[in-house]
């Protein structure tokens, strides 16, 4: 049996500056403890309930966040920024998949980090009219190749989110966001005990059928709001892409796989003409 875990920063407990979220942050030492304690937990909990292999997406940033050394020999660890297929990277042919530090999508109030996938880049993103969360847009990835989101654990505002589009999944709230950076978490030793009972509960719902993948309608219909006019100029490059007004673009594709590697390119474009814009 194989697993795969997805492991983003700002749903973490007790991560609440931005501080812990750059490589050079003063707590950025602080906030890889953190992500490396909890996946290492629920790595351990999915190898206690079956699971003899684990492949862990390291998914923050330059997406070098967790210590391989702590990880247990049964993992393999996916590190680096830019790859295909981001947060989710060789999530295909797993049995089952767990979200951890995972936030609420761009806009949410008393969410800390709240933003969806790029917060310099986009503003909203909806899929088939759906407004989505990195949650969402990667459980419908994983969901197209058969692959269900059995635990999420983040931000209480995205578990709610979660609760509406994967009741069967376990949801655990690492934090309870009183604005943007601020949010009262539990201890450690206690988000790990949750962690572990949160597997285990899973596995069950998995191993009973409850457990489904998420699936989108395909082909596939996006809408892209940027954050900027000039990152919509750039999308407008591609010949797939349609202008609705000066941030906002759609574009159709086949597969929902097909949708986020669009994506993805639309996301790194907008990198780059920022970084042209600012040098």
């Not at 492949?55 to 295909?84: C, K, Q, T």
């Not at 309870?176 to 988000?191: D, I, Q």
């Amino acid at each position: 049996m194989r697993a795969f875990i997805s492991v983003d920063l700002e749903g973490l407990p007790h991560v609440v500056s931005r501080e812990h979220l750059f490589v050079k942050g003063a707590l950025y030492s602080e906030a890889r403890r953190i992500a490396t304690e909890v996946v290492k937990t629920a790595a351990e909990a999915l190898y206690q309930n079956g699971f003899d292999e684990v492949v862990v997406a390291d998914s923050h940033g330059p997406m070098v966040n967790v210590i391989p050394e702590e990880m247990p020999d049964y993992v393999e660890l996916v590190r680096g920024f830019p790859r295909p297929l981001s947060m989710v990277a060789f999530a295909k042919g797993s049995d089952a998949a767990i979200f951890l530090g995972y936030h609420a999508k761009a806009g949410t109030g008393y969410a800390t980090f709240d933003h969806t996938y790029s917060g310099s880049t986009i503003d909203r993103l909806e899929i088939n009219g759906i407004e989505v969360s990195e949650f969402l847009l990667n459980a419908y990835l994983l969901g197209s190749w058969g692959v269900p989101v059995i635990l999420v654990g983040g931000d209480a505002r995205l578990i709610e989110d979660v609760k509406k589009f994967a009741p069967w999944a376990v949801g655990i709230a690492f934090k309870e966001s009183l604005s943007r950076y601020a949010a009262k978490s539990p201890s450690l030793g206690k988000v790990k005990a949750l962690l572990k009972a949160g597997v285990t509960e899973a596995v069950i719902k998995l191993e009973e059928g409850e457990a489904k993948p998420l699936k989108a309608k395909e082909p596939v219909e996006v809408k892209l709001r940027f954050l900027s006019s000039a990152f919509a100029d750039a999308a407008e490059l591609l010949p797939i892409i349609e202008r609705i007004d000066g941030k906002t673009v759609r574009f159709e594709a086949e597969t929902v796989e097909d949708a986020y590697r669009i994506v993805e390119l639309l996301i790194l474009a907008g990198a780059g003409v920022n970084a042209i814009a600012t040098r």
